[in-house]
């Protein structure tokens, strides 16, 4: 019996070491594309200025290019996590906080106080935000209750459609307050207004990704469905609303700070997937990662595609995770 067992306890050890392994070098790439992306913009910044002292490459490296690095590196690793997280509390692959109504209804919740009270703290805003991201993830996790059967491609077509209804108001009330040209800023990701000042609230991200961390056992558990969850002795509503809360304050910061990042919940939580299973606590940091190279090669892609103009990140990552998207579904179709 001590020889079966450590037979079967070595091979483990060896896939745990490859798979740690892994992960750092994944980690390693993304460092890499960090470091390039921090010298990418039409302001002359380069690494041999930067050691002479030259004072104007000094600022605009400290009061730029680091804060928004940092600011893709943030967004990339939440917004994938909180795409994660949803697909389990939906208990399906082709959803996401874009295509269920959650960024559509914290971008509501922004026009709603920027309407009442234009001089409002971006604190406020942020909270008014999450706000109406709890209340349009639930509804939507409330339709999906009701629904009569659990269609793979059933449940993002319902996320969509009520995505839609709420852009549409949202739409409508812009216009009437002159508010469009704003709501484009929202709607859009976008990186370049990102300064050293005006980025920290994503630090908030950080933070909620490390409770997901925390709790992944139980969204593992709870993505079993109800019945499953109960029987092991979990509280099946306290871990969906522990879910809730996290995808929707991720939304509604990120939303709130540099603007929607379209598809990038969806496709990186799916490549993870089918590389690594669907064990959360192991997908986690996988995904982490992914999604914040994902977001670094986009954005740079963007600064680069039409120098020295710059095409904002939420464009280019509409149109790679459109592409990516209709991919899955057609493989999940064939499948």
């Known amino acids: 019996m001590t020889t079966t067992a450590v037979r079967t306890v070595a091979p483990v050890s060896r896939g745990r070491a490859r798979q740690y392994a892994g992960l750092v070098a994944a ?15 039409v302001s002359d910044v380069s690494l041999p200025a930067l050691l002479a002292g030259d004072p104007a490459a000094v600022d605009i490296f400290w009061i730029s290019r680091v804060p928004r690095t940092l600011a893709v590196i943030l967004a990339g690793m939440s917004v994938a996590v909180a795409g994660l997280i949803m697909q389990l509390m939906a208990r399906n692959r082709f959803v996401e906080p874009s295509t269920v109504g959650t960024v559509e209804s914290a971008t509501l919740g922004i ?3 920027t309407v009442a009270i234009p001089t409002a703290p971006i604190l406020l805003r942020m909270g008014v935000a999450s706000v109406f991201a709890v209340i349009g993830t639930a509804l939507f996790l409330a339709i999906l209750r009701r629904l009569p059967t659990r269609n793979t491609l059933l449940i993002p077509l319902v996320g969509i459609m009520l995505g839609g209804v709420i852009a549409a108001v949202t739409t409508f009330f812009a216009y009437r307050f002159d508010l469009l040209q704003t709501l484009s800023n929202w709607m859009i990701g976008d990186f370049s207004g990102v300064l050293r000042g005006r980025y920290e609230l994503l630090w908030i991200v950080a933070a909620l990704m490390l409770v997901g961390l925390l709790a992944a056992d139980r969204f593992t558990v709870a993505g079993m469905g109800e019945d499953f969850t109960t029987n092991l002795g979990l509280n099946y509503n306290r871990t969906m609303r522990l879910g809730l809360v996290i995808v929707s304050l991720i939304s509604a910061v990120v939303v709130t700070t540099v603007g929607a990042v379209p598809f990038l919940g969806l496709v990186v939580p799916n490549i993870v997937s089918l590389l690594f299973g669907d064990n ?3 997908a986690v940091p996988w995904t982490a990662v992914f999604g914040a190279g994902f977001v670094l090669v986009c954005d740079i892609l963007g600064r680069t595609i039409r120098y020295p103009y710059e095409v904002p990140v939420g464009m280019v990552m509409a149109v790679v995770g459109a592409i990516l998207f209709l991919v899955l579904i057609l493989r999940k179709r064939n499948a």
């Open 27 to 41: 980690a390693a790439v993304v460092l890499a594309l960090a470091a390039v992306s921090m010298f990418v913009g």
């Open 280 to 282: 959360l606590r192991r």
């Open 111 to 113: 026009l709603v106080v």
